[in-house]
Each structure stands twice: as structure tokens, then as C-alpha cells.
């Protein structure tokens, strides 16, 4: 059996907040939450879950701050929809690499608690 992502682990400092910009904000669908362990499930498509958890303890080789990037089928307006919803820009969309006719767009925001998120589209280079 192949080994495959199952899952990705974010610290956050408020569940319920960082729950409502990753559904509300990026637009992942909501799986279920522990309210009585602080932690909350989202779906990353393909199987894969995001954990949004607060820390259970201070051992710092447990919390996390990844920089994902979520693909976007209109990275404009996911970066119009996501400033004007209050996410801090961080870099507005922009072309990072061109090749057979394609170019690789990308543009980032933060979450509540300062974490890096990537949005990301790839578009027909002009001719």
C-alpha cells in the first residue's frame, strides 16, 4: 500500500476563529470538531483533513505553522475575496513561473494567527 497524506496539522490560538477563516475565508468544507479537546476538521480534498488544534501543551516540537497553498480556480477573485474579508495581504497575485504555454500564479494571505496561506491558479500564457 502507497503511504499518502492523511492529514495537516495547524496551531491556531482560537479554534472557532481560525474554523471560520479557513471555511469562510479560503472555502473549505467543514468536517466535525472536539469541542471538549479544542480541534476542528476541515476537508483538503482527496482525502486529506485539515487539524486546526490549540496547543495541549507547551512542548513546542508539537505546535506547527505550514505554509500551504490551496489552488484556486480564479486566483483574482480568491484574493479579492479574502482581503476584503479581512485576511492581511501579505503579496497580491502574481506570475512565479512560465513554461509550455503556462504560467504559475500565486498570491498570499494570513490567517488569525499570523500564518502564511498561499493561493495558487495556473493560467494560458498570453501568446
Do not use: K, N
Amino acid at each position: 500500500m502507497p503511504v499518502v497524506l492523511g492529514q495537516v496539522h495547524i496551531t491556531v490560538s482560537d479554534v472557532d476563529r481560525s474554523v471560520a477563516f479557513y471555511r469562510d475565508v479560503i472555502g473549505l468544507p467543514f468536517l466535525f470538531d472536539v469541542p471538549a479537546q479544542t480541534m476542528a476538521f476541515l476537508d483538503l480534498g482527496g482525502g486529506v483533513r485539515l487539524y486546526l488544534a490549540e496547543p495541549e501543551s507547551p512542548d513546542e516540537r508539537f505546535r506547527s505553522r505550514p505554509l500551504l497553498y490551496y489552488t484556486v480556480p480564479d486566483l483574482d477573485a480568491a484574493w479579492d475575496s479574502a482581503v476584503q474579508a479581512g485576511a492581511p495581504a501579505v503579496s497580491g497575485p502574481h506570475v512565479v513561473h512560465r513554461a509550455g504555454g503556462t504560467e504559475l500564479w500565486m498570491a498570499f494571505v494570513q490567517d488569525p494567527d499570523g500564518v502564511v496561506v498561499g493561493l495558487m491558479a495556473e493560467r494560458s500564457a498570453p501568446s
